[in-house]
């Protein structure tokens, strides 16, 4: 079976001249044919001139410039004009003729510089021509001459607009373009933020609660070993992020969802803050963007608490419905924070753009007993936007 997507990858390769080249060779090949001698662009109406060993000179130097429409446009349009005019003033009339056209529409589409310079010297020459061919006898007239100054003016016009349009889609891509790296950059800020600072405060609290256990050997043992595995978690974790990075990964693959809930709660419960969860309900078959941004809304909410209130009991709550997902994590206070507890705010504000971007609802309030609790709700059908968007992709 040929592959055409293949092969026109493999024309485009080549240089522009080359591919130019069959339509130069064409408009030369179909001038030469004996059957349509004559029947070219009869500009001024003089009598046609048998076809001789100049109208094919002026057939090549019309047809095979075009090769060059491209690469060098104003000397494809200087070399079409020279031939164009020798043939209407000799009267040959070939078909070459229309190569003025497909020059003109060329120079205003890939001309960059001096084009009203060029367009104002087009116009005078072409007024010699007219004004020539009236003093050898043309019958052609102002009309005439003015509708194919129109014709002409047209092709020009016509290259302007793709000229035009192309630096517009150009700009277009540009934008999008920048507007996906600052995105992705935004991404990436945010994940960083969500698996550093969660796992960086358990360690500094596990490390911190190590210190006041020397008298008690087993729970210092246990307590460092968890202090390991939380490293060790975040080096995975951050492994993980890396290979986002990486064009050809799956990025589907590792993502976190509220079904691994459970070893996060564990984890933060060996950070020793008093986490209990409830679950309502079934998640959806298919997790997407909705079930990491819940997962991470509990991540960020159970690193607060292990920061701003150490020691204090944390409900973490996930109900499952048809049309969304809620989660909601409560935390009693106050209590006492940990070190280092200080933030910016940026993880609770990432939170809720990204809540926001799925359509669904963000909210994050502190309670007068000095607790605070993160809700969210989060509609199901950006599970189904995510799986339609990767079935696509792929």
Known sequence: MIDLRRIQGRWRRYDTVVRDLPLALVIVAASLVPALHGYGTQL???????????????????GLPLALRRRWPLACLGLVSIGFVADQLLAYHTVAGVALGIA?????????RQRRTILLLATAAYLALALTLHWLGSPEGVIGFGTFYIVLGICWGAGAWLRLSRAAEAERR???????????????????????THHVTAMVVQAESARYLTAAPDRLDQTLTAVSDTGRRAIADLRHLLDLLNPDHDTETGTPTTGDLK???????RAGQPVE????????????SAEEVAYRVVQEALTNAVKYAHGSRTLVQVRYREQETTVEITTDGPAVPSVGSGGSGRGLRGLRDRVELLGGEFSADRHPDGGFSVRARIPAAASSRSAAAARSAG
Do not use: C, K, M, N
């Not at 003109?104 to 960059?112: N, P, R, T, V």
């Not at 070893?263 to 419960?269: A, C, G, P, T, Y």
């Open 44 to 62: 001024g109406e003089l009598p046609t001139r048998p076809f001789d060993a100049v109208a094919v000179a002026l057939v090549a130097l019309q």
């Open 263 to 269: 070893s996060l709660v564990e984890q933060v419960r």
């Open 174 to 196: 540009r934008h999008v373009a920048e507007a996906s790296r600052v995105a992705e950059r935004t991404r990436i800020a945010r994940e960083l933020h969500d698996i550093v």
């Open 277 to 288: 969860l409830v679950r309502e309900g079934e998640p959806a078959a298919v997790g997407g």
């Open 104 to 112: 003109l529409l060329s120079a205003g589409a890939h001309l960059e």
